[in-house]
């Protein structure tokens, strides 16, 4: 694979070139691949080498190459990609309400990550165990330990930790990660 490759020269007599933004090579492979047709291929594109498991690996027959990126199903599932590019930078995708919420539930994951981080960083700064005797913090017998006790804490300060806390009580950690 050599960096010229990635460039398609057009036949216009004045060396054009235009970067192949779909082509991507996998160093691990040691092959290349047709990015848009591997996300947007259709039962009934052609199949190829660059679409394969393996990859493109046949150096020697780079024309092969041309044969793709002329390919009417190569032209289609390019078109797709762009479409879709453009609607997601314009937000005008179909799925807009859906993205919406992901984004939110993005946003609120990355607060809840940023205060519990911070919890643990005080804790760790002051030499002090996460651990208590009962982590089950619905309990209000024994020692629920220093990290859920403060957690407990920033709760009656902070609307998002606080419903935060009340949705995992009582769940196990796998339990929270599979949002059961
Ligand atoms: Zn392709």
């Not at 078109?79 to 590019?85: G, I, N, P």
């Not at 314009?90 to 205060?115: C, F, G, M």
């Not at 919890?119 to 024994?142: M, Y």
Request: aromatic content about 10%.
């Amino acid at each position: 694979m050599t960096q010229s490759w990635f460039y398609k020269r057009l036949g216009n007599g004045l060396g054009t070139k235009i970067l192949r933004t779909w082509l991507v090579y996998s160093p691990t492979k040691g092959a290349a691949y047709c990015f848009c047709c591997l996300l947007f291929a259709r039962a009934d594109g052609h199949n190829s080498a660059l679409t394969s498991s393996q990859g493109f690996t046949k150096w020697k027959n780079i024309e092969r190459m041309d044969a793709h990126e002329n390919a009417p199903s190569h032209r289609a599932c390019f078109a797709d990609w762009k479409e879709l590019e453009r609607n997601l930078r314009t937000n005008s995708a179909i799925d807009i309400e859906v993205q919406s919420v992901y984004a939110t539930e993005k946003q609120k994951w990355r607060y809840v990550l940023s205060r519990i981080s911070h919890c643990i960083k005080f804790l760790a700064t002051q030499n002090l165990p996460l651990r208590g005797h009962r982590e089950n913090q619905c309990e209000d017998v024994g020692n629920i330990g220093n990290f859920l006790g403060l957690m407990k804490l920033v709760a009656n300060f902070d609307p998002i930790i606080k419903d935060h806390m009340t949705r995992v009580s009582g769940k196990s950690g796998l339990d929270v990660l599979s949002g059961v």
